[in-house]
Structures are given as C-alpha cells and as structure tokens.
C-alpha cells in the first residue's frame, strides 16, 4: 500500500521562501514517477514539479520554473521529494499535494496520471 506524507506548509511573506517534503514508501523505487502538485480555491489541480525514475530527471511547470526546485533521497523503502520555493508570492497560495504514479504512462506533470495522494499541505503566501 503506498503511503505519502507531507510537511512543511505555512504562512509565508510575498517574496520569501518555504521548503516542502514528501516521505513516500510501499512501491518499486526502481520505476515510479513522483511530483508535486498544488490546487487553490476555484482552479484546477496543475502539476508543479516532479521526478520520472525511466528518464532520471526533473521536470517544472513554467509558472515555477527558475523559482521552484526539487531534490530527492531514496533510502531503503522510502522515496522522499523536497520542493525549495523561492520568491512566492500570492498566486502561489494553494493546498499541494504529494503524489506517485507506478504505471508512468503519461508524462509526470499530468495529474490524471497520478496513483496515490498524499493529504496535502496548506501554503498561504500573504503579507
């Protein structure tokens, strides 16, 4: 059973920074894809970055990119994905969200992709 746990959201100042992390266990950890997703009130959930295993790289929704990066540790069992924010500001205010896929169909930034969801972690950015 794949199991996701979030951390690290809260209240931050337009312009500041916020380190979120996923902790993810109960699958092969030598093809899955894992990524960060987010949802604010009234939009649809976008991808905001993530790590595809088959490729062995990152990748980053345009809104984020240059702003936004990933680092990842694999220990034993268990898959972790951190997301460095950088520079937020108001329209990075939303609930985001950990998520696996194991099948790797489509490309890893497509939600509709995804197998497993962790609970999510509120990020409010306001002064």
């Known amino acids: 059973q794949v199991q996701l746990v979030e951390s690290g959201g809260g209240l931050v100042r337009p312009g500041g920074s916020l380190k979120l992390s996923c902790v993810a266990s109960?699958?092969?950890?030598?093809?899955?894809?894992i990524g960060w997703f987010r949802q604010a009130p009234g939009r649809p959930r976008e991808g905001v970055g993530c790590?595809?295993?088959?490729?062995?790289?990152?990748?980053?929704s345009d809104s984020v990119k240059g702003r936004f990066s990933l680092s990842r540790d694999n220990s034993g069992n268990t898959a972790q994905l951190h997301l460095q924010m950088n520079r937020l500001d108001s329209d990075d205010t939303a609930v985001y969200y950990c998520?696996?896929?194991?099948?790797?169909?489509?490309?890893?930034?497509?939600?509709?992709?995804?197998?497993?969801w962790g609970k999510g972690t509120l990020v409010t950015v306001s002064s």
């Open positions: 109960g699958f092969s950890l030598s093809y899955y894809a």
């Open positions: 998520a696996v896929d194991v099948d790797l169909v489509v490309r890893c930034l497509d939600h509709t992709g995804m197998d497993s």
């Open positions: 790590f595809d295993s088959y490729a062995g790289k990152f990748f980053y």
